[in-house]
Structure formats: C-alpha cells, structure tokens
C-alpha cells in the first residue's frame, strides 16, 4: 500500500513537471513567432526604404534576377542604401563647384539621407537583435522539449493521459545552427572543448587549455588549442574575459560558458554544465584582476603542498561584524586564512575595519599574498601602521619573488613578530 501511494505521488509529481514543461514550451513558441514577426516586419521596412530613397538602384537589383530585393541580407541592403546616397551627394557637390546652384535640393537631399540612414541603422539593429532573439528561444526551446522527453520517459505508460504533440515542435529535434554545426570537420575537438568547460568549469583560458590539449593529445600552446577557442568565442558558446594580471605583468583571461553554450553543452553532449567557477568568483573579490591575483596565489600555494579552498565561508565575529577570507589554505592539520591583495587605492576606514575584523577572526595571525615589490611594501606598511602595539604575526608571499621551489611554510618568505 506504502509503494501504491509513493508510486501515484512520483506519478503526480512527473505529470505536474510535464504540464509546466509544456506551457513553457507553448510560451517559447508565441515569443519566437512574435520575433520572427518583427524581423520580417523590419526586413520589408528596410526595403520600402530602398525603394523610396533609392529606386534607381533598386530597378538594377531587380533586373539582376527575379529574386530582387529577397535575394539581399539586410546588412548588405543597408550598405547598398548608404552607398547609393552617398554616390548622389557628391555629384551633387560636383554640380555646385561648376557653378549650378543646387543648395537647397542640396540641403534637403542631405537631412532627408541622414533621416533615411538613421533610420536604416535603427533598423538593422533591431533585425540583427531579432534574430539573435530567435536563435536564443529556438535553442531554450529544444532544452525545453528535451526535458520534457526526459520527464515523459521516466513517468513511462502513467503519463500516456497528459501525452500530447506540441504544435511547431519536433522530439529530439537540434536547432539549425546546430545541426550544421554537428556536420563541421572541427566538430569534434569543438565538442571536446565544449566538455572541459562543462564538466569542470574551470576559471581561466589556460586552465582550460590545458585539460583540453591532453584530451584531443596535442601541446596547451598548439595552433589546433587556439583555433578551437576562436571558434567558440565566435559560435557565441564561450566568453572570454580580459583581466590584468599584477603578478606578470600582463593580461590574463578568465572564461566561462555562456547561456548558449550551456544550452548547447544539454543537447549535444547529453549533461548540465557544472556552474563556472568563474561566474562564482568575480562577485567575492573586487575586480577581474583581484579574481585572477586570487587563482595566480592559490597556484602558488598548491605548489607549496597546501590544499586551499577558492569559496571560504564567512565567519561571525562579535557585535555582528563577519569576517571573509579571500583564500583558506590547510596543511598538516594547519588553517590559514589567506588575504590576497593588490597596491590601489582604498577607503581607509573600511581597510582599518578589514584588518580588526581579521585580528579577531584570527587570532592576530595574519597571512597575506601579494603581486610585486611595491604591493609587499605598501601593504606591509598599512598593516604594521595599523597594528601599532597590538600582538601581530605577518607573514608574507610576495608572487614576483616565487621560484616554485618552496615547500610548506617555507613559501612565507617575510614574516614579522610571533614566535
């Protein structure tokens, strides 16, 4: 009897999934058809602009075939407008330096050209956002249906009452761009890629060029490594973030799967990407730079035996003050709870209350990695004028100095006070 009502809860339960998966997809569906509405709308108003303020170039296009104006994409039609103006104003101004007085023919043809080219601009942004509009639905749409399957199969015959065929949907169907994608000589060291990111959600290009190169058993640095995240970026399923990194003096990229590739990472390779470690990182720290001193200092301290924790929790402190440490490394029963730190400019009062909260949270113990000589000067410093006569230990890691050598505390090459 217990198994009989557990079997009609799960059976309930997949049937309210399927019916809230199926007003999603209907949803989809009149999002997609009003913005594929509204291309075509723009499309045939970039046309009455051609016809209106160039008939003379749209009587060639029609005579170059019986397609006409259908045959041109409206980035090459917009072009084609501009061109044609552009062409018939300088004749214009040819004509008035021989002396035919044109100027306000002239003046009315410019402003009239300016309206007609803003307004053909206007346009094809909006058709340009259209149509990505409706290749983002159509891609929500097949993970949509996807799940829908997924939950049709596992309620099995129970759901056979609330089966039904979803108008403008086809089960297992890919979206276009996808399915052409699949047929592409690179596609499989694209998906591969694709994987890495999804299964491990790894923060930076070279992380993720790493792990990739050993799969499809190439060098991190090789053309094929490269080419392969060009052809994301450009599919629009990666995104690349530009960060400056202190410690080497040059930029660094963080990377991370946008909502398409996670999509597409469901329907081709059959798994939820992992959340990017990325995505979780920027909002703790205070710039794309501090995230990336961040990973560059727990490398180092990986490479000293520590094992270190990228997410620390907050720690309550008395008078409801809370501390967060920006890295917690743990070696032979050892917690240190790590500040990572930058030389820019910052609100004195907030760092004095930083450095109070981190006495009390520790003890006094203070453990602070830094990028260069003068980030360990300026913030060695601020801490032992802060400090002043309260009981202190510091120590240091300045990066610039690491020769990846050093083994446990011995990495901490500055220490000040303590024992």
Not at 67 to 74: D, Q, T, V, W
Not at 196 to 222: H, N
Not at 318 to 346: I, N
Request: glycine share 6%; aromatic share 6%.
């Amino acid at each position: 009897m217990v198994g009989d009502i557990e079997l009609e809860a799960m059976r309930q339960g997949y049937e309210t999934s399927i019916r809230q998966l199926r007003s999603m997809l209907s949803a989809r569906a009149r999002l997609q058809e009003a913005a594929e509405r509204t291309a075509a709308e723009i499309e045939e108003e970039l046309k009455r602009i051609a016809e209106a303020l160039c008939p003379g170039l749209v009587d060639d296009i029609r005579k170059e075939g019986p397609a006409g104006l259908e045959a041109f994409e409206a980035s090459e039609l917009v072009s084609d407008i501009i061109r044609d103006v552009q062409h018939r104003l300088s004749r214009l101004n040819a004509a008035e330096a021989t002396g035919r007085s044109v100027t306000e023919m002239y003046d009315d043809v410019v402003a009239e050209s300016a309206r007609w080219q803003e307004e053909a601009e206007r346009l094809r942004r909006e058709l340009n956002e259209a149509r990505a509009r409706i290749k983002q639905m159509e891609l929500r749409m097949a993970v949509l249906q996807q799940s829908l399957e997924s939950a049709q199969r596992r309620l099995g015959d129970a759901a056979a009452p609330v089966q039904q065929e979803m108008e403008g949907f086809t089960p297992g169907k890919l979206p276009e761009w996808m399915q052409k994608w699949k047929q592409e000589s690179t596609y499989e060291r694209d998906a591969a890629l694709l994987r890495v990111l999804a299964e491990t959600g790894a923060p930076r290009r070279t992380d993720v060029a790493k792990i990739f190169a050993e799969r499809i058993s190439v060098e991190p640095r090789s053309g094929s490594v490269g080419r392969a995240f060009r052809r994301a970026v450009q599919r629009g399923v990666v995104e690349l973030i530009e960060a400056q990194s202190d410690a080497r003096g040059r930029s660094g990229r963080l990377i991370r799967l946008t909502e398409q590739g996670r999509d597409a990472s469901y329907l081709l390779l059959g798994q939820k990407a992992v959340a990017s470690q990325a995505d979780e990182l920027m909002p703790r720290h205070k710039s794309t730079a501090h995230t990336l001193l961040n990973l560059e200092a727990a490398d180092v301290l990986r490479d000293a035996g520590y094992e270190v924790d990228l997410f620390p929790g907050q720690i309550e402190l008395p008078g409801d003050h809370l501390f967060v440490p920006d890295l917690v490394a743990l070696l032979d029963g050892q917690t240190l709870f790590v500040e990572v730190e930058r030389a820019v400019y910052k609100n004195k009062e907030e760092r004095n209350r930083k450095w109070a909260n981190y006495h009390t949270a520790t003890g006094g113990r203070f453990y602070v990695v830094v990028a260069d000589k003068e980030a360990f000067e300026t913030i060695k410093s601020e801490i032992l004028f802060w400090a002043g006569r309260r009981g202190l230990t510091l120590w240091m890691i300045n990066l610039s100095d690491v020769k990846g050598q050093e083994r446990g505390s011995a990495v901490w090459s500055y220490k000040r006070g303590g024992e």
